[in-house]
T-cell receptor
């Protein structure tokens, strides 16, 4: 496997369910990101992990809980979601160094989440 | 200050024509301007990027034009092909910090035969 892999591709969950999204990167990167993509809106950055440490939380509601056990894996735990949380959730990775020119983001194909 | 405005929302171009997508930004501290291309069912992928020290960057049929004084930049796709049909996102950031990458709302480009 190469690149950034996200599972599942599609997820339908009720508002009282608990589910998790999984992301795995095989690029040797040390920064990982969760983005939310909704129609006609800019991609919204949710969380950033650099070297397994969370460095950014973009005012995301607590019903979204990220976990980064190592630099290759990233999870997004979901509980008591709302219908407006329905969207495409994208994982991305990049190479984060102290001083570099921007390392491009490598995105997975996303998980299409529907909250009923 | 962090917003990046992108237009048009959708664009239809005939095969062989020039596709032009425009973006404008507010924050003068931005110094890195990438374009991402997204095909249906796929995640976005970096297409081309520019720093503000040059006014133009060309890679194959894709060119970024940058106007620092107007705080605008645009993507030109020459000799547009049906395979270019995708959604294009402009973005802006600082040279150190992907976590500050601000995206536009996207342009759905359709190339018709």
């Amino acid at each position: 496997e190469t690149g950034v892999t996200q599972t599942p591709r599609h997820l339908v969950m009720g508002m009282t369910n608990k589910k998790s999204l999984k992301c795995e990167q095989h690029l040797g990167h040390n920064a990982m990101y969760w983005y939310k993509q909704s129609a006609k809106k800019p991609l919204e950055l949710m969380f950033v992990y650099n070297f397994k440490e969370q460095t950014e939380n973009n005012s995301v509601p607590s019903r979204f809980s990220p976990e980064c056990p190592n630099s290759s894996h990233l999870f997004l735990h979901l509980h008591t979601l709302q219908p407006e949380d329905s969207a495409l959730y994208l994982c991305a990775s990049s190479q984060a160094e102290q001083s570099f020119s921007n390392s491009p983001l490598h995105f997975g194909n996303g998980t299409r989440l529907t909250v009923t | 200050q962090q917003q990046v405005k992108q237009s048009p929302q959708s664009l239809i171009v005939q095969k062989g024509g020039i596709s032009i997508i425009n973006c404008a930004y507010e924050n003068t501290a931005f110094d890195y301007f990438p374009w991402y291309q997204q095909f249906p069912g796929k995640g976005p992928a970096l297409l081309i990027a520019i720093r503000p020290d040059v006014s133009e960057k060309k890679e194959g049929r894709f060119t970024i034009s940058f106007n620092k004084s107007a705080k605008q930049f645009s993507l030109h796709i020459m000799d547009s092909q049906p395979g270019d049909s995708a959604t294009y996102f402009c973005a802006a950031s600082f040279i150190f910090g992907n976590e500050k990458l601000t995206f536009g709302t996207g342009t759905r480009l359709t190339i018709i035969p």
